[in-house]
């Protein structure tokens, strides 16, 4: 981005069908797209609903803030709050909710909401500074049919085509004492971080590791979607090496700092259950923690791998959250050919 006198005001406008692109990039550098979270669908639902709106935020013909605004017929809500990286710090924020705050307002909203998750203390700091309190409501919530699967653990899809799997998320807040892990002995292997990796290479790993457990989220993207995630800065992809072939890899996410994210680790099937897990598990909670993070973060669920949980909590990581989910089964979808799984 270029640098802009901080006074200049955002030209807010209404999102268009046509700047979606823009928009869930935008979302993407931001860190506002997780694992979990479909920002073109978001963006069409959005567009398309009735009581909701994307306003975008523009400086010469770029957008560079936005906010997702809408309402219940009782009270508003905040969404998609989200300002590059590059025009921080000059009061877009503030410009975009107000923004949203006038389009309640017209509409004789008398109160809005938004959530905050509890360890994002900026942004808690954020809306505070602009009047807003902490309620005394818990938010209480469960994932319906959405997002990420894997399989093989016995279980299959019931009449309406859907698989259940209970998902373990878990943290750690504290760099291990133990060095380093070394490598299996009596095999030539090299761990190498893939710089900008074409995405035909990055594509078979995922692919090729993730099969088996029916990771199905990065092949629903276009090359364009996945592009701009893999190629940030910020998502560092490091890929084992085993007598020079691929086998396996592990991909850090660092766009939420100072929380990191393990969003991805894995084997390809031949390498598995010759301790090269733990190697590569290791080392990637090491490279993680040199970048001095708050926490380290990891999810896996009960159609992953049966031994994954139990590695993990091995490796330090620690159980804070467990949800039952009902998903969409890929193979049912195309996304992944039976033979595969």
Known sequence: MQDEDSSV??????????????????????????????????????????????LVGFLDKQPVASIAVGHDGRRGWLYYLAVHPGCRERGYGRQMVRAAELWLSERRLQRVNAMVRSEHR??????????YETGAVSVVSRWLERTPVHPDSGVQPDHDGMLEATITHLEMTARPTEPPPHPPVGRQVALMRADRPTLGFYRYLYNTVGGPWLWWERRALDDQALSRIIHDSRIEVSVLYVNGSPAGFGELDRRREPEIDLS???????????????????????TAWSYGP????????????????????????EPV??????????????LISPEEA
């Open 9 to 54: 005001d955002l030209a807010v406008r209404r999102a268009s069908p046509e700047q979606k692109d823009g928009v869930t990039a935008l979302w993407d550098i931001s860190g506002l797209v997780r694992w979990w979270n479909d920002p073109v669908q978001d963006f069409d639902q959005l567009l398309s609903a009735e009581n909701a709106e994307i």
């Open 321 to 334: 959250r467990r949800e039952t989910w009902r998903f969409i089964d890929p193979r049912a979808t195309g």
């Open 122 to 131: 900026k942004a808690s700091g954020f809306y505070k500074a602009l009047g």
């Open 264 to 286: 991805y680790f894995g084997l390809i099937p031949e390498y598995i259950g010759q301790a090269f897990g733990p190697y590569l598990l290791g080392s990637m909670i090491h």
């Open 294 to 317: 708050d926490k380290l973060t990891v999810h896996t669920n009960t159609l992953d791998h049966p031994k994954a949980l139990t590695l993990y909590q091995r490796m330090g990581f």
